[in-house]
């Protein structure tokens, strides 16, 4: 980092900063005429740092006096970085894995928990210390969920739908919800330089990647406030690192004029749950799922922070080519799929459960027709077997089980398609589904993103991914 002839009467030793521990050994074999090599961290001409590795070999004169001493440097900080990337990546995947496993069960867990609560609150009446009761179950249930997501974000499991989309518009929407949230001393410039570049990749994780950097921009400048600024631009990237193959990415940019962090924290801000932030502030998942999300796409995450001055994040994202390419992303946003007018036979014993599958069936798009009973399901189909699409039962009824109709409807109209929702608990074998001619087994309680999905699959006669 000298230049020729650049190194000419400086003292070595002043080529290091002064908390670089291993100088010392490096003086040591110096002043001792023993040979040395290793890796240290080292300062260029112009005061910058770099890594290197240095072998120290003494020249002695015919008494063994050291006279003169060769010393060979070589900039491996390209190597250094390399292997720190890899092995933090090794790190974040490990943790990933265990957290998942967790977030899954706790899923299964909390599933029936906020099912059930919304159930019953819908159940009792308002303005009950019953319903307050409730009530807050559900949120505190639903806080649970929230983090459960972050996790399962983080270790790349949760459900994952891709569209092609142009990055900026989903910016621009994010923009909006953004600026409704952020505090007032913070100011949002926004400057998008990728143009109609597009991406494959989720929106809904794509925007918490985005709502996630910018709260953490903001936290970073409290009090006073600042700027946040948000960039994008397209870039190629030649030489593949651990992380990031080479191509051409759409590069997401995050920079605020905050605290900045030192490189121990920089070290670990994308383990979950590591957070500096006082308790009840911050749990330390936000970066994990932002990390989490950026993997699954296929992408890399940057960061560069000077304390005291500010932070710059980068997220890489593959470009998924022009924006001709691209499909039009109006409407393909997590809509649920909708009826086309079928007829959907609803059989529940419990009126607010059969209730609310024929409304939300009804909101979809289908004609539903809903009964308290199998005999009654039984009676309204007999009488005309071809006026019902899709067969919707519950599995637990007094009388006949929602198996047992769907065999006794099937034996009548063999290709008619059967939904059976069961409650929590109680198990069915798959032979005897598959006997009664059971299409899918929806767990209760059932949710009307998962019932639309289910319900539309099995009418377009599709199996199971
Ligand atoms: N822009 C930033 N400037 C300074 N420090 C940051 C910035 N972004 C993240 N950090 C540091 O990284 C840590 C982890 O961030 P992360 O978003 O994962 O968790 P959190 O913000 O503490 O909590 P959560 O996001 O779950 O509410 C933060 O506690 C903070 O120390
Ligand atoms: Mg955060």
Same mark, same amino acid.
């Given at each position: 980092g000298l230049g020729e002839e650049g190194g000419t009467g400086i003292n070595l030793f002043s080529l290091y900063p002064t908390d670089e521990p291993r100088v010392d050994e490096l003086r040591d074999a110096a002043e001792h005429g023993r040979v040395w090599s290793g890796r240290l961290r080292a300062l260029r001409a112009d005061g910058s740092g770099y890594h290197e590795e240095c072998a120290l070999s003494p020249v002695k004169g015919? %008494?063994?006096?050291?006279?003169s001493l060769v010393v060979v440097k070589r900039d491996v900080t390209r190597e250094v970085e390399f292997e720190a990337r890899l092995a933090q990546n090794q790190k974040l995947e490990a943790l990933g894995t265990l957290a998942g496993g967790v977030a899954h069960d706790f899923n299964n867990v909390l599933t029936p928990i906020l099912g059930y609560a919304e159930l019953a609150l819908n159940q009792v009446e308002a303005n009950t210390r019953l319903h307050g009761n409730l009530s807050r179950i559900l949120r505190a249930a639903e806080r649970a969920k929230g983090l459960v997501d972050q996790i399962l974000a983080f270790s790349r499991q949760s459900e994952d739908t891709r569209v092609a989309l142009r990055f900026g518009e989903l910016l621009q929407e994010t923009e909006e919800l953004l600026r409704a949230s952020i505090p007032k001393r913070v100011r949002l410039a926004v400057r998008w330089d990728a143009g109609e570049d597009g991406v494959v990749g989720n929106p809904t994780q794509l925007q918490q990647v985005v709502m996630n950097l910018v709260t953490n921009a903001c936290h970073a400048m409290e009090p006073e406030g600042g700027t946040v600024e948000i960039g994008g631009e397209t870039v190629e990237v030649r030489e593949p690192e651990p992380d990031l193959a080479a191509g051409r990415y759409l590069v997401l940019r995050v920079t605020d004029e905050g605290c900045g962090m030192p490189p121990e924290v920089q070290a670990r801000i994308f383990e979950p749950f590591f957070t500096t932030k006082e308790v009840g502030k911050g749990t330390g998942l936000g970066l994990a799922a932002v990390h989490g999300i950026v993997k699954q796409h296929g992408g890399a995450i940057r960061v560069d922070s000077v304390v005291g001055r500010g932070t710059t994040f980068r997220v890489y994202l593959p470009l998924a080519g022009r924006a001709d390419r691209v499909e039009e992303r109006v409407g393909a946003r997590e809509t649920m799929p909708r009826g086309r007018g079928e007829r959907i036979l609803v059989v529940d014993d419990e009126i607010e459960v059969a209730d609310f599958l024929a409304q939300t069936l009804e909101t979809l798009g289908y004609r539903v027709e809903a009964v308290l009973s199998a005999e009654e399901a039984w009676q309204r189909f007999s009488?005309? *077997?071809?006026?019902?699409d899709l067969l919707l039962t519950d599995q637990?009824? *007094? %009388?006949?089980t929602g198996l047992e109709l769907a065999r006794q409807c099937r034996e009548r109209r063999p290709d008619l398609p059967v939904v059976l929702c069961t409650g929590y608990a109680s198990a069915v074998a798959t032979e005897e589904l598959a006997a009664a001619g059971v299409a899918v087994l929806l767990a209760k309680p059932v949710s009307p993103r998962q019932l639309a999905a289910e319900v539309r699959r099995v009418l377009d006669g599709g199996k199971r991914p």
């Open positions: 015919a %008494g063994g006096e050291v006279h009488r005309s *077997p071809g006026a019902v637990t009824m *007094p %009388g006949r």
